[in-house]
């Protein structure tokens, strides 16, 4: 089956910097990733839709200036959470659509924000 | 509004026992269903989804799900639970035609008792 990566699994920042995420298409291209975030023990939210080639469409209210999606080729879209706080502390899954009807999802990434 | 309820936060059982887990949704039209699975830590795992056809799907690890169109429900399945089930699963709905924006359900974990 499909597969797709995140890197890194976990990462612990200081407040006012700014950490990186990529998601990765392992043997598959895709056009389209998605980015979601996911609270402790609740469901995840589309934060923005990540497109080949072009800027990101961002869900509303998701401050598209803090939260840098870039997705410049068919296998990696990176996720740039910039300044972040501890607020922004979070699990962040990206998924990548395989066809029209089916995304796979990655492991996620852990962000600690002290 | 669209959305996906999923009821029940926990469920314990013990092994071995039979499981259901409930999902219901409010849509415009049939959207896509999908029921996803959730380790600690992990990114998301495809159980089983329906699309159209025969109401009764078959996924992974031993899962099934029934659409029931009268109820609006697409519940999950399976008719001897192993302690490796223990975990939180995700009920999702999507347009039909595409998996672009789907919406999950809050999570209902599964504890299993020895």
């Known amino acids: 089956g499909a597969v797709v990566s995140q890197h890194p699994s976990w990462v612990i920042c200081k407040s006012g910097t700014s950490v990186k995420i990529e998601c990765r298409s392992l043997d598959f291209q895709a056009t389209t990733m998605f980015w979601y975030r996911q609270f402790p023990k609740q469901s995840l939210m589309l934060m923005a839709t990540?497109?080949?080639?072009?800027?990101?469409?961002?869900e509303q209210g998701v401050e598209k200036d803090k939260f840098l999606i870039n997705h410049a080729s068919l296998t990696l879209s990176t996720l740039t959470v910039t300044s972040a706080h501890p607020e922004d502390s979070s699990f962040y899954i990206c998924s990548a659509r395989v066809r029209l009807e089916e995304q796979f999802f990655g492991p996620g990434t852990r962000l600690t924000v002290l | 509004a669209q959305s996906v309820t999923q009821p029940d936060i926990h469920i314990t059982v013990s092994e071995g026992a039979s499981l259901e887990l409930r999902c219901n949704y409010s849509?415009?039209?049939?959207?896509?269903l999908f029921w996803y699975v959730q380790s600690p830590g992990q990114g998301l795992q495809l159980l089983l989804k329906?699309?159209?056809?025969?109401?009764l799907v078959q996924g992974i690890k031993g899962f099934e799900a029934e659409f029931k169109r009268s109820q609006s429900s697409f519940n999950l399945r399976k008719p001897s639970v192993h302690w490796s089930d223990a975990a939180e699963y995700f009920c999702a709905v999507g347009p039909r035609g595409s998996s672009y924006k789907l919406i999950f359900g809050s999570g209902t974990r599964l504890l299993v008792r020895p």
């Open positions: 329906y699309f159209s056809g025969d109401t």
């Open positions: 990540s497109n080949e080639g072009s800027k990101a469409t961002y």
């Open positions: 849509y415009g039209a049939t959207p896509y």
